[in-house]
């Protein structure tokens, strides 16, 4: 059984956002492996560990820098990446993205070659947590999404969802796409040797014209939403900040919650 | 649309036989973005003995109501929940899809939009109406950046975040036509079951629902503290949190962190205690509409953002906090 990882490169979790205008400065944005990929790619290993898989693909989409995240989860411990990158792409909405990932999932042999496929369940940048879903809707597979426990048995899978207030214990028959949360497990810090062992990993590169995509069909031009405007959330202001006795700063927070809060 | 009557299409979900928060206020959202538009406002409704709900749905304003009533989709199922709603738009060509941002909304409207083809925009904390375009607002990249999103084909399917759109408590009297829709599983569909649903809460609102959220972290030192953290949290009726540091420690499960790798939450009322307030923790509670903090560093990062803070030590002033919310409950 094999499994693939779709992964995505997105802006480091201590990013501070600015704008050009009503657009992202993106010139100094430093780039990571998305958090959630990384569990995804750690369940992958650790299935290939367990003898359950024995290769693990990752696929990611994007511009050059993709290749960084691609080399991060192989340095995990994934044998080899394909890469989707070109300058048409860019702009692409998320179905677009489920499209494109779809075309190359495909020339890889797609299910009749992956019966495991994992995702981050969400991209710390876009945050639409929709391209796991679409792309089992486009292969017409079943998906469990936000999973805290994978197990696999044969041709079955039991994943846990976690959902508001409890949790779902799914059975399914693979092929499946699993969508992966914290919590799923803990995922390594490759070692040296692995950083320099994944340097010479294979990746394929496509362009879209390798998969056969009008470049009609894909960014701006063939996506179903467009980004009209970024703007900065309203910046929160420092209220006020008291020090004293418990009850007296007690006192103060109760006509805080009661004239301002309005909550008792 | 039919008949050149303008239509939006609102899913609604229930769990253990009841309406769900985020579905309330996504119905509420439909009848007014329907009244804006001079449209209709139509519900679906899938489960195990939702035929009950029709009269509350009903009172929310809908003109139609579609119901799957089925033992097979008691639990949610994504493939068929697609298929049924899927069936849905086709008949009615809705101008824009709704649902509410829980776990299943944002699993399910993403595959109802590429099936039928839709422009997709979740966690939706606005919208604007432009003519007879619809452009949403919604936060990315962990609210650091709000976005509009234009729709380039329509159906237009928003989820929206929850908490943010308010539920209308007044019952609004129309005669709904209800259709019923006939189900019956597919072989693939047959192949996806949820064998269990198990309930964690403990009796506390959910964290992305609560109107008031009482977060520790790593100040709380140690997981029995967070017992004094519950007790305010039960006196206020509000849900717990936690930072990354406590859920990483082991004292809270993964289902409490609040912030870029947990949960976003939106509530009136956020209360971060012993939480310093680091980026990634900021990114999942910013939006709440009023923050307060304690925290014995009077340079923490979460004064900056808190509209109340104290600054001490939280062992000494919550106990004072809890007796003084016990005198007010007892006067009250």
Redesign the interface.
């Known amino acids: 059984m094999k499994a693939v990882c779709f992964v995505k490169s997105v802006?480091d979790?201590?990013?501070?956002?600015r704008?050009t205008g009503n657009r992202?400065d993106k010139s100094e944005i430093k780039y990571i492996l998305n958090?959630?990929c990384e569990f995804a790619v750690e369940e992958a290993v650790r299935k290939k560990e367990a003898g359950i898989v024995d290769e693990v693909l990752v696929i990611s989409m994007g511009p050059s820098r993709a290749q960084e995240a691609i080399r991060s989860a192989l340095a995990i411990g994934a044998d080899r990446g394909v890469h989707i990158e070109d300058d048409n792409l860019d702009g692409s909405?998320?179905?677009v993205t489920?499209r494109v990932l779809v075309e190359a999932f495909k020339k890889e042999g797609g299910l009749d070659n992956y019966q495991i496929l994992l995702f981050g369940l969400r991209a710390?940048?876009?945050?639409?947590?929709?391209?796991p879903?679409?792309i089992?809707?486009?292969l017409?597979?079943?998906?469990?999404?936000?999973i805290?426990k994978l197990d696999i048995n044969g041709n079955k899978a039991?994943a846990i969802?976690?959902?508001?207030?409890?949790?779902?214990?799914?059975?399914?028959?693979l092929p499946?796409v699993f969508a992966a949360?914290?919590?799923l497990n803990e995922p390594r810090y490759p070692s040296l040797p692995s950083i320099m062992k994944a340097k010479k990993k294979p990746i394929t590169r496509y362009t879209i014209s390798d998969l056969g995509i009008p470049s009609d069909a894909v960014g701006k031009v063939g996506?179903?939403?467009?980004?009209?405007?970024?703007?900065?959330?309203p910046q929160?202001q420092?209220?006020?900040?008291?020090?004293?006795e418990?009850?007296q700063?007690?006192?103060?927070?109760?006509k805080?919650?009661r004239e301002?809060?309005n909550?008792? | 649309m039919i008949g050149g009557v303008v239509m939006v299409l609102v899913v609604a979900e229930a769990r253990e036989g009841a309406l769900r928060k985020p579905a309330k206020e996504a119905l509420s959202e439909g009848r007014r973005m329907a009244d804006k538009l001079g449209a209709k406002a139509v519900a679906v409704i899938i489960g195990e003995g939702v035929k009950t709900l029709l009269k509350e749905i009903s009172g929310y304003g809908m003109d139609k109501i579609y119901v799957a009533d089925s033992a097979f989709l008691k639990y949610y199922h994504p493939m068929a929940y697609a298929r049924i709603i899927s069936e849905v738009v086709a008949k009615e060509s809705p101008k824009v899809v709704l649902m509410g941002g829980t776990q299943t909304g944002r699993d399910l409207m993403p595959r109802v939009a590429i099936r039928v083809g839709g422009g997709y925009a979740p966690d939706c904390t606005g919208y604007e109406i432009n003519g007879d375009s619809i452009i949403a607002v919604r936060p990315a990249i962990s609210g650091k950046v709000i976005v509009k999103v234009g729709f380039k084909k329509y159906p237009a399917f928003m989820v929206l975040r929850p908490n943010v759109f308010g539920v209308n408590e007044d019952i609004i009297s129309v005669s709904s036509e209800v259709v019923e829709i006939s189900f019956e599983p597919t072989e693939v569909e047959r192949k996806q079951i949820v064998k269990e649903f198990s309930i964690k809460t403990a009796g506390r609102p959910e964290l992305t629902e609560a109107e008031i959220v009482v977060s520790g972290g790593r100040g709380l030192k140690d997981a029995a503290n967070f017992a004094m953290l519950e007790e305010l949290a039960d006196l206020l009726g509000a849900a717990v949190g936690a930072s990354r540091a406590a859920v990483d420690a082991g004292w809270r499960p993964q289902s409490d962190q609040v912030g870029q790798t947990g949960k976003t939450v939106s509530p009136k009322l956020y209360m971060a205690i012993g939480i310093s307030g680091a980026i990634q923790h900021l990114a999942g509670m910013s939006s709440s509409k009023y923050i307060v903090a304690i925290n014995k560093d009077p340079d923490a990062p979460i004064f900056n953002v808190a509209d109340f803070g104290i600054v001490g030590d939280l062992f000494k002033i919550v106990p004072v906090l809890i007796e003084r919310l016990k005198k007010e409950k007892a006067r009250s």
């Open positions: 802006p979790t201590e990013t501070r956002v704008l992202l958090p959630y909405d998320a179905i489920a710390i940048d876009g945050d639409t947590w929709s391209v879903s679409m089992a809707e486009l017409g597979i079943p998906a469990v999404t936000n805290v039991i969802r976690m959902v508001e207030g409890g949790e779902e214990v799914f059975e399914v028959e499946c949360r914290k919590g996506s179903f939403t467009e980004v009209l405007e970024y703007t900065l959330p929160r420092a209220g006020k900040k008291v020090e004293g418990p009850e700063v007690v006192e103060e927070l109760i805080f919650l301002v809060a909550i008792i």
